[in-house]
């Protein structure tokens, strides 16, 4: 090989990374060198070859499992790191009652008509969440789409959840179930996301609108709480919290 | 050590990491298992090395402040694979450019020879050559990174990228074409 160019300007020319003026000069040069012009052709076909040939080696799905597990291990346990920020909560919500803490974590649901304060916490939403993972408790109704599952709930509840679709983002709505948190009875819209499951409680409250709250988190579940339009929303899931938001502001809207 | 900084280590992250890094990190496992494998030319070992290094980038991801995260979670997969290299097979580090007189492991003279199956044929001109040039026809053609995602990961001033892939192919070439007896005593 005895052309400067085929020993370098020619790959940054295959490989696209000349810029404008040092390319025009190569294509110059490549009219009158049959040299480089085999060589590229040369080099074309070993690329084509290098790409087509399968060689790419993927991770096998035990290695992701792995990883996951070690992922696991490694991470703080939401759970103990949480305990002691939960208790001042518990014990910060018992003196100052009213919804000063609403911003930080799970506020105190509309409580409807006059009912007496029925808190329901993190923790009865964080069981309610577990227990719908649990074989055969995911939901009531099967969703061929949002018109299967909204009319379903009309009469087991007294008050229409907003049921929508998102498929089309990426978060295809499962079904619909009927859940009892602290008492009251609760629609939940359940979403999909990839392989994760996300539980939409939601209920109806007379508090004003509020903006999609700061996350939450407890024993690796993590949430999203807000109010809007009369009604109280809270979407619970393992899913990361990107995916999480992006459902959570898709109802918002 | 050029690129990034990898940051300081921490053995634990909260759950709103671990989010970012199952979002940001972890969709490279692929990437990173593909480059240990061919760093190592070894499928088993390339499966505990890539494992290692995921959970080191894991440690690491506090110093990790956005950017490329392919060519960051990368760069610690090549270091990983060096270092295991130095400590199981330090020969093959030291005697780099001997590696042809001396086809790998695994590799049955029946295999070095030229066989009709093309994928078989480049597998093993591939892993004929040493890993520097390995490592970046592997991050070039089968990663499809940029010249500058190659620089950062292998430590190499971005000015050299493109002769580092010119000799590298023309390794590849010719460890394709010709056998590799005549190749080791042509070429050292």
Redesign the interface.
Known sequence: MSCDYARTALHGYLDGELDAARSAEFERHLENCRECTNTLAEQESLRSSLQRSGLYEQAPLSLRKTIRAELERGTSSPAKRWIPDWRWITAAASIVVVATIAWYAWPRPGTGAGTAAAPFTAAEMIDAHIRSLQPGHLTDIASTDQHTVKPWFNGKLDFAPPVKDFADEGFPLVGGRLDVLAGRNVGVLVYARRKHIINVFVLPTKEPDTPIHPPGLRQGYQWFHWRRQGMEYCAVSDVSLADLHELAQLIYQ | MSGFDQGSSS??????E??????LV?PH??A???LA??LLRS?ED??DV??EA??RA??FFRGFHGGDARAWVLQIVRNTCYTWLEKNRPVELMTEFDEELHPQQGASPESLAIAGD??ER??RA?ETLPPRFREV?VL????GC??KEIAAITAIPIGTV??A??RA??R??RA?TQAPAQEASREL
Request: proline share 0%.
């Open positions: 053995d634990v992250l909260d759950v709103h671990r989010a970012r890094f199952e979002q972890l496992l692929d990173a298992c593909n494998r061919w499928r390339s499966e890539a494992q995921m959970l894991y440690r093309n994928r480049l597998r591939l026809l070039r053609e089968l990663e940029s010249y493109m002769s892939l010119a192919r023309q590849l070439q394709l």
